[in-house]
Each structure stands twice: as structure tokens, then as C-alpha cells.
């Protein structure tokens, strides 16, 4: 019996190796998984949304226009806004803008709030807009920053 006792003993022994071998392997395990999370780094930084109110513009004057020297062609246009205006473009169309080429754009308002315009810039009217083809004068305005017109 005497054997049999010292055989229980020692596979209790393997067991208790077995076991902090199991153990000290998760724990290697636990620790390089930690590494590895903690390497990892985000800088700070903010989300969110908000709403503020927008507002239009209104042309306070009457609108004067420049023509050219055969008097067939608009190739300015001057006005005062209600308020100043980082950038201004206008468009003097037939109709409402068909698209991004008929627009100018006029840049910041000047003393008083006016605005001051030469149709030249447009890529629709490189010599100005023709004489029955600028029925509507259409502005776009903005506070801060540049108007975008796609």
C-alpha cells in the first residue's frame, strides 16, 4: 500500500504543476493581450451637430447698370445689400441661372455694403450680357466664407 500512496502523491504533484502551468500561461496570455490594448491611442477630438438661423439678403437700392460703348450689352452691375457680405456672385439671365457658368462673382462688398459687379467674368458673357437676355438679376450672398455655385 505503501507504493500505491507514493503514486497518488506524485500524480497529485503533476497535477498541481499541470494546473499553475495552465495558470501562469493564462496569465502571459492576459498580460500581452493588455500590451496590446494598451498601445492602442486615439487623439481627442469633437463630434456634434447644431442649427443656427440663415437668412437672406436684400438689395436696399436701386440697381444701376453699366453698358458697353454700343449700348447692346450689360457689363456691370451696382447695388447696396442690407448687410456686408464676405462674397457676392450675381447672375443676369433671361430666365432663372441654368447653370454655374452664368454666374460672376463680385467678391466682398465694399464701403456701405456695396456691391459692384462686371459681367465680363462669367464664362456665359465674356463681352457682357446681351441687350434682351438679362431679365432676371439673381444674388447669392454669404457672411463668412465664399459663395459656391455648382
Not at 454655374?100 to 462688398?109: L, N
Not at 456665359?124 to 450680357?129: D, I, L
Request: with cysteine; glycine share 10%; charged share 20%.
Amino acid at each position: 500500500m505503501l507504493k500505491l500512496f507514493g503514486r497518488r502523491k506524485l500524480a497529485s504533484r503533476k497535477q498541481r504543476v499541470a494546473a499553475l502551468t495552465v495558470f501562469a500561461l493564462a496569465a502571459v496570455i492576459g498580460v500581452g493581450a493588455y500590451a496590446f490594448t494598451a498601445s492602442n491611442t486615439v487623439p481627442a477630438h469633437k463630434a456634434g451637430a447644431g442649427a443656427g438661423a440663415v437668412t437672406g439678403y436684400e438689395v436696399t437700392s436701386h440697381v444701376s447698370y453699366t453698358w458697353d460703348a454700343s449700348g447692346e450689352k450689360v457689363v456691370a452691375a451696382h447695388f447696396k445689400l442690407n448687410e456686408a457680405a464676405s462674397d457676392v456672385q450675381v447672375a443676369l439671365t433671361p430666365a432663372a441661372p441654368g447653370s454655374a457658368e452664368d454666374w460672376t462673382d463680385c467678391g466682398a462688398t465694399g464701403a456701405g455694403d456695396e456691391v459692384a459687379c462686371e459681367f465680363t467674368k462669367a464664362a456665359a458673357f465674356k463681352e457682357g450680357v446681351p441687350n434682351g437676355e438679362g431679365d432676371k438679376l439673381s444674388v447669392a450672398a454669404v457672411s463668412e466664407g465664399k459663395v459656391v455655385i455648382e
